[in-house]
C-alpha cells in the first residue's frame, strides 16, 4: 500500500508559525513608531511647555520649595529628557527596518505556503497541484469494465480529469484518512485540506497589506494603478503611521482559529 507522505503539511504548520511569529515582532516594533516619529520630528512647544510656571500646581510648589536645574530643564523641555529627542531618530530607523524585515519574512512565508499546498495537494490526489491538469484516463473498449483490488481506494470521478475541481482528484479513501498530527489529533486529509487552503489563500491577502505597510514605511514609490507610472512617495505622518499598526496588528482577511489550528499542530 502506497504511503501518503505528509512533509508538505508538517511544512505548512512550519511555515504558518513562522509568520506568526514575523508578525508579533513586526506589531511589537511598529507599535513604537508613531510615538518615535514625534518625538524625532516635531520640536516642543516651548510656550506650552513652560506653562507650568505661571500655574500654582505640583510641578511650581516644588521647584519654589527645591530649587533644581535639571528638574527645571526637564519641565521647560516638556516633561521629555533631552535624550529622548537626541536618540528618537535612530531608534526610529532600527523600528522601521525591523518592521520591514518582518513584512518580507511574512511575505516569504506566504510564498512558500503556496508551494507547500500544491506539494500537499499534489501528494493526496492525481494533479498537480491546485492549478494543475489531472492526466486523461486511459482509453479502453466501452465493453471493459475498470478493476481494482479488494480494498483499494475508491478511484476519482473521471470528471476530474477533464477541468473539474482539484479535490475530485483526491481519491475518497484519502480523503476519510485520518492523520494523528494537530490539537485535536485525528482530522481527516479532506479537513487539512480546506483548512490549509483557506489558510493559504488569506496569507496572500494579508502579504499583500504587510508589503503596503512596508512600502509606506520605507518611503519606496509605488507603482500606479492606471497608467502603470511610478507614483512618489507618501509623506510619513503620525495619523497615517498610527493607522499601519491598527492594519498590521487586525488581519483582517485571516481567520484566526483556523490559522491558529494550523501554526500550533506542530507544537
Not at 137 to 144: F, G, I, V
Not at 163 to 178: E, I, N, Q
Not at 257 to 263: G, H, Q
Request: charged content about 30%; proline content about 7%.
Amino acid at each position: 500500500m502506497a504511503r501518503l507522505d505528509l512533509d508538505p503539511l508538517v511544512r505548512l504548520g512550519d511555515l504558518a508559525a513562522r509568520w506568526r511569529d514575523a508578525h508579533r515582532e513586526g506589531g511589537r516594533h511598529l507599535e513604537t513608531v508613531p510615538a518615535l516619529f514625534v518625538a524625532a520630528t516635531e520640536d516642543v512647544d516651548t510656550e506650552e511647555a513652560r506653562g507650568w510656571r505661571t500655574k500654582d500646581g505640583v510641578a511650581s510648589r516644588v521647584m519654589r520649595t527645591a530649587p533644581s536645574p535639571r528638574l527645571e530643564a526637564f519641565l521647560d523641555g516638556g516633561c521629555k529628557h533631552p535624550s529622548i529627542a537626541s536618540k528618537a531618530p535612530q531608534k526610529l530607523t532600527d523600528a522601521i527596518d525591523a518592521v520591514v524585515v518582518a513584512a518580507r519574512t511574512c511575505e516569504g512565508a506566504a510564498k512558500e505556503a503556496e508551494s507547500a499546498l500544491d506539494a500537499f495537494i499534489a501528494a493526496c490526489s492525481l494533479s498537480q497541484g491546485r492549478g494543475g491538469t489531472l492526466p486523461s484516463p486511459p482509453s479502453r473498449p466501452l465493453s471493459e469494465e475498470p478493476t481494482r483490488d479488494v480494498g483499494a481506494s475508491n478511484p476519482s470521478p473521471e470528471g476530474a480529469a477533464t477541468g473539474g475541481h482539484w479535490m475530485d482528484a483526491v481519491p475518497t479513501a484519502v480523503l476519510f484518512t485520518r492523520v494523528p498530527w494537530g490539537d485535536p489529533p485525528h482530522r481527516t486529509i479532506e479537513e487539512w485540506l480546506w483548512l490549509c487552503t483557506a489558510v493559504v489563500e488569506a496569507l496572500d491577502e494579508e502579504a499583500a497589506v504587510k508589503r503596503g505597510v512596508a512600502d509606506y514605511l520605507s518611503q519606496l514609490p509605488g507603482e500606479g494603478e492606471e497608467d502603470g507610472e511610478d507614483t512618489e512617495a507618501e509623506p510619513l505622518t503620525r495619523e497615517k503611521l498610527q493607522g499601519c499598526a491598527e492594519v498590521w496588528g487586525m488581519e483582517p482577511f485571516l481567520d484566526r482559529d483556523l490559522f491558529n489550528t494550523l501554526a500550533n499542530a506542530g507544537k
